[in-house]
């Protein structure tokens, strides 16, 4: 067979052992770290992505000691009787020829925690706890403390440790101004701010010997304000070199940075470039990271020199098998991770356990498990939205024989409507992977065919899922009738024309995107890594310190309102991580957000509104586009179990509030494992 990455397939000697590719899964916690209990899942979540052919993977983040956990009794490998349970970890990756690192991660001001500590007492903005500074004899101890760690994974069976020097992390905290004001050793001069980092790798060196893979990650744009000089990265690069380390990988943004750099519009491979410049400088391979979500790109990165191994991180929750997939030539199998964070990250940050949006069965890998069918029977699905497409093919896969009907001429439902909004163009990529899935499957996929129930019933299936998913809701505003207001059906499917002036009624995920489709043109910056950098201010030159610039966004296409009821904070329901992203990229485009607003009249005049309950306001506008929310189409339902058809609702049509792909997609998975 031939090769068709050889770059990303190709082996990486690092002396006393072998890689035997050039990917890394990145560093991810997911929730099953911090109890003895949920090791066995970690170690078959681990194991599967080992038989996937992965190079190399490292575990989530476990501190060194008391003072850099995340949270209270969070992850920690620092006595020896936490040592027994990562065997079960480390020997489930060696038979299945794996390797695996455990993380070095110290939280510093970032640990949500009341013992938390770093170089200087200054709160970060998103712990609400202010950490203790760390005197000079804590700093020696904590040094102590990375190499006990280390010498603890290298007895748990361990191939390696990955020291967390990137992201804002305590290592991190001690090389920026900002945070470290000390005066002793550990401040001051750059040579004193990044003793600490150096001194960590020479210990752990020391502590490991020499046959342990120790990756540093080092972060190369700080993408905040004081943060590192170019000068200073490299300096630091050539020191971590120097002091013991095998392999550099990439960091990129403190997580207070206001960049955004792995949602779903950053471009893929745009932060490829940092990792380049630093190739000049030091001789230890370069893990390069961000937004690598596809072996073309990740080939395309090697191929180009920017690194000698890449990163990916969430790509392995949403396919273990990337990399087999890949190696077989089967690229367009693979169930590509979207960016969106809705099921990993934003988890994470409400300390639930991290899966994936595209594939439920990450970290359940021990629980959802889809058997073969013991009786085999005849299923239709209607409606191929996400839901549907992920009830069918997990039912064929079972081997039942499944029949998908949609009215639609193609498969995907909302996906369709979303992968037009400039930022979302990676949902293109779950209906690929689909329609791929389907015909693999063998599952019949009848378009352009409305259902009724009464053809369902004629056909003789065994039993009937209905996935009809939504109709938008049309609110009761007098005057809603009125030619100047469209559906964003209208807007996004039918290219209906807007006016310059537009006004938006309803701000949830829906009411977002259709404002940055209306004040987005040209090419979206997500598939532009020159305009993404010029909308965010990364300053590839690096002539500023942290590789930050002034952001310069392009002007609106449009003048947009967005308004909504209620008088909270306008996108509070949007993800934990890119809610963010949205309200930064709206008021960037000088997006106006009006909470609290009644709708009272539309005329030809614009949209009436009382503001606060007192206020009476006109919104002079061409265009009003209704983003108000969704209802529950299940018109079939009740004839189908009057006659007796064993029906089951999933997705949209089961509830509509609260819908999203991700619940749509499992609910589809769990109702196609009970049949
Ligand atoms: P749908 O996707 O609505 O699919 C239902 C299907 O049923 C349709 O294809 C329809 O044609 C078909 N159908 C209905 N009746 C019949 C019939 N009688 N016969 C045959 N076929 C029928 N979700 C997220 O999680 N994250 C996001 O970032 C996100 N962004 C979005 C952006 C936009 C602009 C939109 C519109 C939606 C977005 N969503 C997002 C929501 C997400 O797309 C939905 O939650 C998801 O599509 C719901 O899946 P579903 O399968 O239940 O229904
Ligand atoms: P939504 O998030 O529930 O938002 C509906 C909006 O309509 C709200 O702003 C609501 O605000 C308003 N509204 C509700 N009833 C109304 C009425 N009778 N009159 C006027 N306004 C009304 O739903 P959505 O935007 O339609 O999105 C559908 C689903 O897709 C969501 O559940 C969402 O999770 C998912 N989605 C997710 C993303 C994402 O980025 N994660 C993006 C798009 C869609 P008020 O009640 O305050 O007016
Ligand atoms: Fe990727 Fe979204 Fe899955 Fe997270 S939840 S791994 S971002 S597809």
């Given at each position: ?27 991810m ?39 850099g ?69 804590g ?9 006990n ?15 967390m ?52 990650r ?12 170019w ?9 971590i ?13 403190w ?155 193609k ?5 369709n ?26 599952v019949?996929?009848k ?39 469209l559906s ?51 300053d ?11 952001p310069k ?65 006109l ?57």
């Amino acid at each position: 067979m031939s090769n068709p990455y050889p770059h990303m397939l190709e082996p990486l000697d690092l002396g006393f052992t072998t890689l035997k590719n050039r990917v890394l899964m990145g560093s991810m916690h997911t929730g099953l770290e911090d109890r003895r209990k949920d090791f066995p899942k970690l170690a078959e979540y681990f194991a599967e992505r080992a038989r996937g052919g992965v190079g190399m993977m490292v575990t989530g983040g476990f501190s060194p000691n008391i003072e850099g956990w995340l949270a209270p009794f969070g992850s920690k490998m620092s006595m020896p009787w936490e040592v027994g349970r990562h065997h079960q970890v480390t020997d489930a990756v060696h038979n299945e020829g794996g390797k695996i690192c455990l993380q070095l991660l110290h939280a510093g001001r970032y640990g949500y925690s009341p013992l938390c500590v770093s170089a200087s007492p200054i709160k970060s903005p998103i712990s609400m706890f202010k950490p203790r500074e760390l005197s000079g004899r804590g700093i020696r101890r904590t040094i102590r403390d990375y190499a006990n760690s280390a010498k603890l994974a290298k007895k748990a069976g361990y191939d390696g440790v990955e020291i967390m020097g990137s992201e804002g992390y305590f290592l991190n905290q001690f090389l920026v101004t900002h945070v470290n004001k000390r005066t002793d050793e550990w401040g001051g001069s750059f040579e004193n701010r990044m003793r600490l980092p150096v001194e960590v790798v020479r210990a752990v060196r020391e502590a490991a010997g020499d046959d342990f893979i120790i990756i540093y990650r080092l972060s190369m744009a700080d993408l905040i304000k004081d943060g590192s000089t170019w000068e200073e990265v490299v300096t630091l690069g050539k020191a971590i070199e120097a002091a013991g380390a095998t392999i550099i990988n990439t960091g990129i943004g403190w997580h207070e940075a206001r960049v955004p750099t792995i949602v779903t519009s950053v471009p893929r491979g745009a932060f490829t470039w940092v990792t380049q410049r630093m190739k000049e400088h030091v001789d230890l391979p370069l893990i390069t990271t961000n937004r690598i979500n596809d072996p073309k790109v990740a080939e395309d990165i090697l191929a180009r020199g920017d690194a000698d191994m890449v990163s990916m991180a969430r790509p392995f929750l949403a396919d273990p098998d990337f990399v087999k997939k890949a190696e077989e030539d089967r690229a367009e199998e693979i169930n590509t991770c979207i960016g969106c964070n809705q099921a990993c990250l934003d988890h994470i940050f409400v300390g639930k356990r991290s899966t994936c949006l595209v594939n439920p069965r990450a970290c359940y890998e021990t629980e959802l498990v889809a058997k073969p069918a013991t009786h085999k029977k005849r299923v239709a699905v209607v409606g191929a939205g996400p839901a549907g497409l992920s009830a069918s093919t997990t039912l064929a896969q079972r081997g039942h024989e499944v029949t998908l009907f949609d009215a639609d001429d193609k498969i995907g439902g909302q996906f369709n409507i979303a992968k037009q909004i400039p930022g979302k163009e990676e949902f293109y990529e779950t209906l690929r992977y689909f329609d791929v899935l389907l015909k693999k499957e063998g599952v019949e996929v009848k378009l352009n065919t409305k259902v009724a129930a009464n053809d369902l019933l004629k056909a003789g299936f065994d039993e009937v899922i209905l996935a009809t998913g939504i109709v938008p809701r049309v609110p009761k505003i007098p005057g809603v009738d009125h030619k100047k207001v469209l559906s964003y059906i209208d807007v996004v499917v039918h290219k209906k024309p807007v006016g310059e002036k537009v006004a938006i009624i309803g701000a949830g995920g829906i009411g977002f995107d259709v404002a940055e489709l209306l004040v987005h043109e040209g090419t979206s910056p997500s598939l532009d890594i020159e305009k993404f950098n010029e909308e965010w201010g990364v300053d590839t030159d690096y002539e500023n310190r942290g590789a930050l610039d002034k952001p310069k966004p392009e002007a609106p296409a449009r003048q947009v309102v967005m308004l909504q009821r209620k008088e909270s904070k306008m996108g509070k329901g949007l993800g934990k991580t890119s809610g963010w992203v949205h309200r930064a990229s709206l008021k960037m485009k000088q997006v106006q957000m009006i909470t609290g607003a009644s709708y009272d009249l539309i005329d030809d005049k614009g949209l009436h509104v009382t503001l606060n309950e007192e206020k009476k306001e006109l919104i002079e506008c061409d265009t009003i586009v209704l983003c108000a929310g969704q209802l529950s189409r299940r018109d079939l339902q009740e004839e189908l179990e009057q006659a007796g058809m064993p029906t089951h609702l999933i997705g949209g049509s089961k509830l509509a509030g609260e819908l999203d792909a991700k619940r749509a997609i499992r609910e589809g998975f769990e109702v196609a494992v009970a049949i």
